[in-house]
């Protein structure tokens, strides 16, 4: 469910007219709505009343700060990748002893970042990062608390390249080698190791790999246990998939009766870091209309690109595209590819979708581009960034603004032996 409905024949998010932030932004640009996030949220919470488990937001699904600030008033923490998002989070208000540090390249600089901050948990992927870790926070005098990222081989059935829990993929410790890692880790200075962690991938869209990959983590902490490790804490990572086209994932409710099942009776502090599933369906990417061009195949050629949503050309991934203002009724639809306007047959946002008749500047709105969406944009062809605006019920407010082009170009710093053409 989500809050972009159209009324009166026009898209809304929440109370506010899409066409109105369009007059005061410009397009392209990005609209999230409060609403949404705050019932994802709560949804999600709610499927795990009772378990005492900590929500820690993945911040790079969408790490604008009004939208951690969004969540972490609704009491969430954080879930961060790099030193960058460490520093996002904290300046959006998480709390460093909600924060966990996952990824598998963690640098000497972001340890010490993260050990100096006193955060949660660091989720260690590796034997080089585990010693890494203890060298760092043994030289400041600090322990650091340490959950082991294990690899438990499970296919989550998702995308190639967001599929993390096959034991080719890159990350975590391989789940028979888990054992050995946390005697060592036992062993260094330095370090307490607490816990499990898991994380089979993003946008999975069945409950059993999730079962399976969970089932393993559980079973390690019992072996772990019998051995005379005091495991406390278990990180059962994110990955719950949305609907964005077709798609039926389990609704977080069943997730939250399994993650339940599966862990009641084992005194253990649960941690869950999702991401897409609390803001993909909180945000739509809206475009202009340039104009459309019919050779053979009909084009819809729109301001946003790429650049801005690169989700299709990455992951072949499909978004729901619909006119800001709802077609005539009668209109006749046919199909269109919609694409936008950078040098790359890659610049596709969607291909053969039954589109009402559109003039220039008319709106059209790609839907559940609220996750992996602006974060992952990028300035190719000299495109901005383009703008994010939040809604609150009948407000709405620009939380990060269009970039311009003088920014961009600043950026360049001719070197000496150039002539300075930049004034
Ligand atoms: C990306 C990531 C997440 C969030 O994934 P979603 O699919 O957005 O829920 C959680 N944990 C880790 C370790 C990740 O890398």
């Known amino acids: 469910m989500d809050h972009f409905q159209y009324r009166d024949g026009v898209l809304h998010a929440e109370d506010v007219a899409v066409p109105d932030i369009a007059a005061a932004v410009g397009t392209p640009f990005y609209c999230y709505s409060t609403a949404t996030m705050t019932r994802h949220y709560q949804v999600l919470a709610g499927s795990l009343d009772g378990t005492g488990a900590r929500i820690c937001y993945a911040v790079k699904a969408n790490s604008n700060q009004a939208v951690i600030r969004t969540f972490v008033e609704l009491g969430a923490g ?222 819809i050629i729109i301001d946003a690109a790429m650049n801005d949503l690169i989700r299709p050309a990455m992951y072949d991934s499909w978004h729901d595209i619909v006119p800001v203002r709802a077609p005539a009724p009668g209109a006749a639809l046919t199909e269109a590819d919609v694409v936008g306007p950078i040098c790359e047959s890659g610049d596709t946002l969607a291909k053969g979708r039954h589109m009402p008749p559109l003039a220039p500047n008319d709106l059209i709105a790609v839907r559940s581009a609220g996750a992996y969406g602006a974060v992952m944009a990028s300035t190719y062809n000299t495109r901005p960034l383009v703008p994010e605006v939040l809604v609150h019920g009948g407000q709405f407010a620009v939380i990060r603004p269009r970039q311009s082009i003088d920014d961009l170009l600043a950026l360049d710093k001719p070197p000496p032996w150039l002539a300075a053409t930049l004034e």
């Open 78 to 299: 954080a879930d961060v990748i790099s030193g960058g998002e460490l520093r996002r989070a904290m300046a959006a208000g998480a709390a460093p002893d909600t924060i966990v540090f996952a990824g598998p390249g963690k640098t000497r600089d972001e340890l010490s970042q993260a050990l100096a901050a006193g955060i949660y948990q660091f989720n260690v992927e590796s034997e080089p990062e585990l010693r890494l870790l203890s060298a760092v926070a043994a030289e400041m005098g600090k322990v650091a608390p340490v959950s082991i990222r294990v690899n438990p081989d499970v296919d989550a059935g998702t995308h190639e390249k967001i599929t993390t829990g096959r034991k080719q993929n890159k990350f975590g410790i391989p789940i028979d080698r888990a054992m050995e890692i946390f005697d060592l880790g036992a062993s260094l200075p330095g370090l307490a190791m607490l816990g499990v962690a898991v994380h089979i991938g993003s946008q999975i869209t069945d409950l059993a790999p999730f079962e399976e990959s969970f089932d393993r983590a559980l079973k390690l902490i019992d072996e772990l246990r019998a051995a005379g490790h005091e495991v406390s804490r278990c990180n059962l990572g994110g990955g719950l998939g949305i609907p964005y086209g077709g798609e039926a994932p389990p609704p977080p409710a069943e997730y939250g009766k399994m993650v339940k099942r599966l862990t009641a009776n084992r005194q253990l502090d649960l941690v869950l870091e999702p991401g897409r599933v609390l803001v993909g369906n909180a945000g739509i990417l809206v475009a202009g209309v340039i104009h459309e061009k019919h050779e053979g195949r009909r084009f």
